[in-house]
Nanobody, 123 residues
Framework: QVQLVESGGGLVQPGDSLRLSCSIS????????MGWFRQAPGKDRILVAA?????????VYADSVKDRFVMSRDFVKREVYLEMNNLKIEDTAVYFC???????????????WGQGTQVTVSS
């Protein structure tokens, strides 16, 4: 099992940038995928970005955030990040960090979750 704690959410204006962090504790991550999901009010939790902890070059992004969001990680700090640029109103959601030993586009397949952090984009 791994434990995940997100931080960095907030209220920003359209076009602004924001960086989310996810601090990871627990077992070795060498066999884990890390993911960022988001859930807007009344909508399903959807995958934003994900990569294998040891294979950042295999990062996948949702089409809606491609070219605006960048997921990265720090091996030493055991943290993952989501750099969000050119934020849009439709990016407003609770953002969750997730970890699992298998990759899936479906949130229901991921077994380890943080508590979530709110991102609100509003003019």
């Amino acid at each position: 099992q791994v434990q995940l704690v997100e931080s960095g959410g907030g209220l920003v204006q359209p076009g602004d940038s924001l960086r989310l962090s996810c601090s990871i504790s627990g077992r070795s991550l060498s066999t884990y995928y890390m993911g960022w999901f988001r859930q807007a009010p009344g909508k399903d939790r959807i995958l934003v970005a994900a990569f294998p902890w040891t294979g950042i070059t295999r990062t996948v992004y949702a089409d809606s955030v491609k070219d605006r969001f960048v997921m990265s990680r720090d091996f030493v700090k055991r943290e993952v990040y989501l750099e969000m640029n050119n934020l849009k109103i439709e990016d407003t959601a609770v953002y969750f960090c997730a970890a699992d030993q298998s990759f899936s586009n479906s949130s229901s397949a991921w077994r380890n979750w943080g508590q979530g952090t709110q991102v609100t984009v509003s003019s």
